[in-house]
């Protein structure tokens, strides 16, 4: 996956927030290789313009390397004709680049990828947007969250771990208490009768860092976050939350599967326009995105990072975010947490 990343990183030039250079990225225009083109085109001339791939998030993030697989893809096969350059806004957990997005409303050359932070950072914090306000564009798929210990943990399946969570809660730990890892373990929890103590972490790495060290009992991540230690044995997966099993992981069941019904957590992989966006520009990109799911590249980046395949368009996105945000509100609001 390291090298996949890599080319990724490599071949996409971006500004950040921080740096002086700007550099566009130019367009390669190639034959599409076989596969079906089905970007309307737009009778006002659009795209006239320079594109903003605006991520809120630090370079190397998950939504910055899905955007540079959108841009490599895009560029790839000549598929938008202007200029584009990925800008990343880094602070406040999101919150920064999500006004930026938010104060762009109408601004047709500006798109933007969620994640779940962008569901929960306004649930906690007086921002002055909601994802519900961003144009809805499409899901492209969803990270979805794995209960997982230790290689040597004396927890062997899901069973064994429940069984002694019922009897004494167990530490548990993830990336947040405002996130969609605390709310997959409420969820499970609470289907299973289960306790845990939620330890929250700043990052990722240091929460990985946890759980090797004997700090926890056990991690609520994506799996694509561990892949590296899922492949070599060190972290073992004990359920996994998303509606079907992942073919990096095929021994590891579902929480459905595991009799505990359907977990509603995960991190909508998906693309946003500023608010009031004109619905043809809408239709373009949406348009777009259904070109960039049928691609290998794209399914070659989904399996690379765990990633489920699924996708919603438009209004149907729309409805996705609006169902998520409810499930999110209503779990964290009875955990007391907001």
Do not use: H
Request: hydrophobic share 35%.
């Amino acid at each position: 996956m390291k090298s996949s990343i890599n080319r990724i990183k490599n071949s996409v030039v971006s500004r950040s927030s921080k740096a002086l250079p700007v550099v566009l990225l130019g367009i390669v225009a190639v034959t599409s290789c076989g596969v079906p083109d089905s970007t309307a085109a737009n009778p006002d001339n659009y795209p006239s313009k320079k594109l903003q791939w605006l991520v809120p998030y630090g370079s190397s993030s998950g939504a910055d390397l899905m955007v540079r697989t959108m841009v490599n893809i895009i560029n790839k096969y000549g598929k938008y004709p202007q200029p584009m350059e990925v800008d990343n806004v880094e602070g406040g957990s999101g919150a920064t680049g999500y006004t930026k997005l938010y104060q762009s409303a109408g601004n047709p050359y500006v798109l933007s990828p969620t994640v779940s932070s962008t569901i929960t950072v306004p649930l906690q914090a007086d921002t002055v947007w909601s994802i519900t306000d961003f144009t809805p564009v499409a899901l492209m798929g969803r990270d979805d969250y794995v209960l997982a210990v230790k290689r040597d943990s004396p927890y062997k399946t899901l069973d064994d771990f429940l069984s002694a969570a019922r009897k004494s809660a167990l530490s548990v730990g993830g990336t947040s208490k405002v996130s969609a890892a605390f709310i997959f373990t409420q969820e499970l929890c609470g289907a299973a009768g289960c306790k845990t103590n939620f330890v929250p972490f700043e990052t990722s790495g240091t929460l990985t860092t946890g759980l090797l060290s004997d700090s926890l009992e056990a991690i609520v991540t994506n799996p694509g976050e561990i892949s590296g230690q899922l492949r070599s044995g060190d972290i073992r997966a004990l359920v996994f939350g998303g509606p079907r099993r992942l073919p990096q992981i095929p021994d590891v069941p579902t929480v459905t599967e595991a009799g505990y019904g359907a977990v509603d957590a995960y991190a909508p992989r998906g693309i946003v326009l500023p608010p009031k966006t004109d619905p043809k520009v809408q239709t373009y990109w949406v348009d777009m995105m259904k070109f960039i799911a049928q691609t290998p590249e794209w399914k070659e980046y989904l399996s690379a990072r765990f990633v489920t395949s699924e996708q919603a368009y438009a209004a149907d996105f729309g409805t996705r975010i609006t169902e998520l945000k409810t499930t999110y509100q209503t779990v964290l609001t009875k955990a007391g947490v907001l």
